[in-house]
């Protein structure tokens, strides 16, 4: 599905350039050797079952950096489960962000313009009550390890096909406009953050490296490790 986010220039009509220092905090650290290589076996196993879904967007020209692209950690996955209680049994959907693309372009005074696909891979566990769920996720621009600029919503609608438990989506954010200050405004001052409209025990579910498989609660399936 395609959207388009738009930046009104009150926003940023003050920013020049911005301290970089430390990236924003994704995670908790480093990933270890073996959380890498499962990340590394379950790519491989989604490529050959759904092939490549992943669009390639067009090499866009700019004059500088572009914006850092992430996942925000502590939203990067959506786990529901029914009554509240963490079990596998209990899983009703889940979502994970497995992917983004993205390219910007800008040159002189122009406004930064960014497009990104994002990949979501999908689920439905054994309390699904029933086969269709509308996720709800969103993109944030951030002033480069401050403030929030701009953030907004979207809808995810999709329906699992009968006897299947998990599918991909992509998204595509058609064009997401940065008003610059001046020329010296790079990309490089902004981060543009995705996530799952999460609550707060979903949040901390994440944060606390919890993890079901998407297929939680089916025959064979267990929680994996942290």
């Known amino acids: 599905m395609r959207r388009t986010l738009l930046l009104a220039a009150a926003f940023v009509a003050a920013i020049t350039a911005v301290p970089t220092g430390a990236a924003f905090a994704q995670s908790r650290g480093g990933d270890d050797a073996e959380k890498q290589q499962e990340e590394a076996a379950k790519k491989r196993k989604r490529d050959e ?29 959506y786990v529901e489960f029914a009554e509240g209680r963490e079990a596998s049994a209990n899983v009703a959907y889940t979502g994970e ?44 621009v951030t002033q480069r390890n401050q403030e929030v600029l701009a953030k907004q919503y979207f809808d995810l609608p999709v329906t699992f096909p009968a006897g299947q438990d998990r599918i991909y989506a992509t998204e595509t954010i058609e064009e997401i406009v940065i008003p610059r200050a001046a020329v ?3 990309g490089s001052n902004f981060e543009i953050l995705i996530g799952f409209d999460v609550t707060p025990e979903q949040a901390a579910f994440n944060r606390d490296g919890k993890r079901f498989r998407v297929n939680a609660g089916e025959t064979g399936a267990a929680p994996a490790n942290p």
Request: charge should be positive; proline fraction near 7%.
């Open 49 to 77: 079952e759904w092939g490549d879904t992943r669009a390639t967007l067009p090499a866009l020209r700019n004059a500088g950096p572009c914006p850092f692209v992430k996942t925000l950690y502590d939203a990067g996955r």
């Open 97 to 140: 962000i497995q992917n983004i693309s993205a390219g910007c372009a800008y040159k002189n005074a122009e406004p930064i313009k960014v497009r990104m696909e994002v990949l979501f891979e999908l689920g439905r566990g054994p309390k699904a009550a029933v086969d269709s769920k509308t996720y709800r996720y969103w993109v944030a």
């Open 184 to 186: 010296t405004t790079s």
